[in-house]
């Protein structure tokens, strides 16, 4: 029989929405279930076929979970603002609005296709002043919290945007969306205080279910650690304060160094000998981004400042200091101790400028030929009242002494920064702040919410570097709403992490013009049960929704302190040549084609076929092919079906392992090898030669999940049942049933295989060799020999060795 996938995929798409089978419930008594995916930027290009790895996978779990009686809300929406839209506007002379609304349009278009079991009743967009109301009430929230203010700083400037980027948003020097230079400018910003919340966004990540490597992702980018803060004076009379975490060390101190934006070089001006110099390298640290400044391998480089000098507390001695880009003024106090024995970077910076190499720590080698770096365990040497002591032992000593001696204090430093939250755009979420030269910056009333987005003639980003919401005088004039005076609107728009932020708490929720949601929804619904996305994600938009989420937990908003219980990573599916996809390299398969060719059950089940979840792995024509057999094997055992409304016994062991392999499969994300199991379980039905009703209704509600289309239809078809499949309950297995009664094994003589042989399951191995000595091409193996060993290996062979 011929399976049309063009008549029946459609056909089943449009009953499920009009029955509505996929909208969560309100007001349920039942368990809950959220599945939540990373909700996609609608792109000019549409989807590849990697885009519906992670949401089919999710589909399968929320499909399952559902047959097992629970309320799920799977979800969907766009993270719509942005600069990639914005880029095409300009590029292209659309209006961003325009194009975003055809992009959504093609995106969901093609997700529809797929027959991914979303909640479209609940589709949101970021772009919607209807959702970015509440993304600015959230700031408003932040900033009347003291976690939301302004700030004059050097900031990341990409020449070809012409916007201001976070630390994370450059990529070896260049801007991660256009490739361009990136180059340091003094800005005024909006920030985000996330370093309030760094101990807890480290200590709840015991509360959640995330994969090790995610876990150590989050930590590492907050980068916690322990150590001092120790005040050096200086032949100037003032203080540089540096954090280290080795005091140990600190008799080991030969020169210091400062950043080149640290304000002490602006203040010693009159006192530099050689300003000259130190400003032409202030000009060129200015050209480069921070990942430039701190590669490890980069040569180093730097200035001394001739005329002021530090002196190392803990001997009165008298030290260079000297200005290098390796130091980042955002970083600690901007201003480092340096270690040359023992730190790899300061003994190669040491022995460029031919500074002096003290080793305080004894346990390496000859430390003038290389830096001992592995120091943990080593003994103190060369340092007064340490030495002798063990590294811990020294470094608790050293923390009271600069404590008594008020040259220093313990102290707990992070790598985060706050999060710099403007951009200097057009297409994205307005801030809801006027300034007023009275009242300085001030909240506009809540009850304006939304501001809304301007429509403009032109987009496009200024030379002078400002919002092009800059140049529309009738808007940015206003009144300060306390003193009525004149006032100013902010012109920078959030990044587009805003909107991304806290989307799945309008999911819950999504119409109330009341609330981001209600607190009976948040208190159903919350936390997200299993969040997926991808690794490139596990670090900053985790980080920064945890964050939120966080605050609102503060504020009494949402009820749980961590936004997710589950999180996991999918690998990416690579183009035939097993390169990352994309158009310049012309490796991208379009989802449209295969669903047209094959259908979208084939391509459900080939993605979550393909190879382990988590892993990437590369798009082979070859599978594809074969699963589009597999759906056409299963189409087609309606011609060997059978009355019988109970599992026949040659079938039963065979069934029940299925139920049980695919049921716990799903939840481990082992989507292939439930896949397996069933095309296994294909086989035994083939090799039984028919199959009755009650068996065909499992076998379909099993490969539901993965292949919904095609199992509604056989379900229609051959009225195996009520209703649809989606109202079926999920079938359960008996353990008792999972092992097979008989099983084959191989019997041999001197290790070749004469025969295969079913046996009962449990039989001693007296009974096995009998029933093998029995068989007829054993006879004559043996005939006439002696019969010098018999083995049996327990449900896999009997080896007879004979000789004659």
Partial sequence: MKYNHLVVEPKWQKAWEEKGCFHAEENSDKKKFYALIEFPYPSGQGLHVGHPRPYTALDVVSRKRRLQGYNVLYPIGWDAFGLPTENYAIKNHIHPEIVTKNNVARFKKQIQSLGISFDWSREINTT????????????????????????????????????????????????????????????????????????????????????DRVKAQQKNWIGKSTGAEVDFNTTEGDKLTVYTTRCDTLFGATYMVISPEHPCIEKWNDKIKNIEDVKAYQAEAAKKSDFERTELVKEKTGVMLDGVKAIN???????????????????????????????????????????????????????????????????????????????????????????????????????????????????????????????????????????????????????????????????????????????????????????????????????????????????????????????????????????????????????????????????????????????????VVNPDDIVQQYGADTMRLYEMFIGDFEKAAPWNDKGIKGCRRFVERYYNLQEKLIDGDEVRPELECSIHKTIKKVSEDIENIKFNTAIASLMALMNDINAVGSINKKEYAIFSILLNPFAPHVTEEIWSTCNLGDGMVVDQPWPEYDESKCKANEIEIAVQVNGKIKTKLMIPAEAEQAEVIALAKADENVKKSVEGMNIIKEIYVKGRLVNIVVKP
Avoid at 410 to 420: E, P
Wanted: aromatic share 12%.
């Fill in 313 to 587: 507390p803990v001997n009165g001695k008298e030290i260079p200091i000297f200005v290098s880009d390796y130091v980042l003024v955002s970083y600690g106090t901007g201003a480092i101790m340096a270690v040359p024995a023992h730190d790899t970077r300061d003994w190669e910076f040491a022995k460029k400028f031919n500074l002096p190499i003290i080793e305080v720590v004894k346990g390496g080698d000859d430390v003038q030929k290389e830096a001992f770096t592995d120091c943990a365990t080593g003994v103190m040497v060369n340092s007064d009242f340490l030495t002798g002591l063990t590294v811990e032992e020294a470094k608790k000593k050293m923390i009271s002494w600069l404590e008594e001696n008020k040259v220093g204090r313990a102290k707990t430093n992070y790598k985060l920064r706050d999060w710099v939250f403007s951009r200097q755009r057009y297409w994205g979420e307005p801030i809801p702040i006027v300034h007023c030269d009275k009242c300085g910056y001030v909240p506009i009333p809540e009850s304006e919410l939304p501001l809304r987005l301007p429509m403009v003639d032109s987009y496009e980003p200024t030379d002078t570097g400002e919002s092009p919401l800059s140049k529309i005088t009738d808007w940015v004039e206003t009144t300060c709403p306390c003193c009525g005076g004149k006032a100013h609107r902010e012109t920078d728009t959030m990044p587009q992490w805003a909107g991304s932020s806290w989307y799945f708490l309008r999911y819950m929720d999504p119409h109330n013009k009341e609330a981001l949601a209600s607190k009976e929804a948040l208190n159903y619904w919350s936390p997200v049960d299993w969040y997926n996305g991808g690794m490139e994600h596990t670090t900053l938009h985790l980080l920064y929704s945890r964050f939120w989420h966080k605050f609102l937990y503060d504020i009494g908003v949402v009820p749980t302190p961590e936004p997710y219980a589950k999180r996991t990573s999918h690998g990416m599916i690579l183009g035939e040549n097993g390169e990352k996809m994309s158009k310049s390299r012309g490796n």
């Fill in 128 to 211: 919607d002043p209807e959702y970015y109301k509440w993304t600015q009430w959230i700031f408003l929230q932040l900033f009347k919290h003291g976690l939301a203010y302004k700030k004059e700083m050097a900031v990341n400037w990409c020449t070809s945007c012409k916007c201001v980027l976070a630390n994370e948003e450059v990529v070896n020097g260049v801007c991660e969306r256009c490739g361009s230079e990136v180059v340091r400018k003094v800005k005024s910003q909006w920030m985000l205080k996330i370093t309030e919340y760094a101990d807890r966004l480290i200590k709840d990540l015991d509360l959640v279910d995330y994969p």
